[in-house]
Nanobody, 129 residues
């Protein structure tokens, strides 16, 4: 079982920025490198949706159309942490954000939540004036 610990959510005004972090403290560096990572979000009354994913190689990323150009996913294997930098936030970005992970030998990005084995507890992001 892989524990994922999220942080960085909060209240921000429209146009503002936040950075979410997702740490995997129970993994060593080599184990973390074998995992591909993703971010999803769920707004009230809506299904959980894919936001961004990153493969084992940091240059392999994928984004939902709704956040392309505003959000950036990254990973630091030495810190065993992935990040989601969110800029130009909109009220429509308000949701609970979840990080996810899956161990794989392939450098692939998954955008389907059923492909991920491990999930964080979620962190609330609220965009409001």
């Amino acid at each position: 079982q892989v524990q994922l610990v999220e942080s960085g959510g909060g209240l921000v005004q429209p146009g503002g920025s936040l950075r979410l972090s997702c740490a995997a403290p129970g993994l060593d560096g080599d184990d973390f490198r074998r995992h591909v990572m993703g971010w999803f979000r769920q707004a009230p009354g809506q299904a959980r949706e894919f936001i961004a994913g990153i493969g084992r190689i940091e240059s392999n990323t994928k984004y939902a159309d709704s956040v392309e150009g505003r959000f950036t996913i990254s990973r630091d294997n030495t810190k065993k942490t992935q990040y989601l930098e969110m800029n130009d936030l909109e009220p429509e970005d308000t949701a609970v954000y979840y990080c996810a992970a899956r161990e794989t030998w392939a450098n692939i990005v998954f955008d389907d939540e059923s492909e991920y084995d491990y999930w964080g507890q979620g962190t609330q992001v609220t965009v409001s004036s």
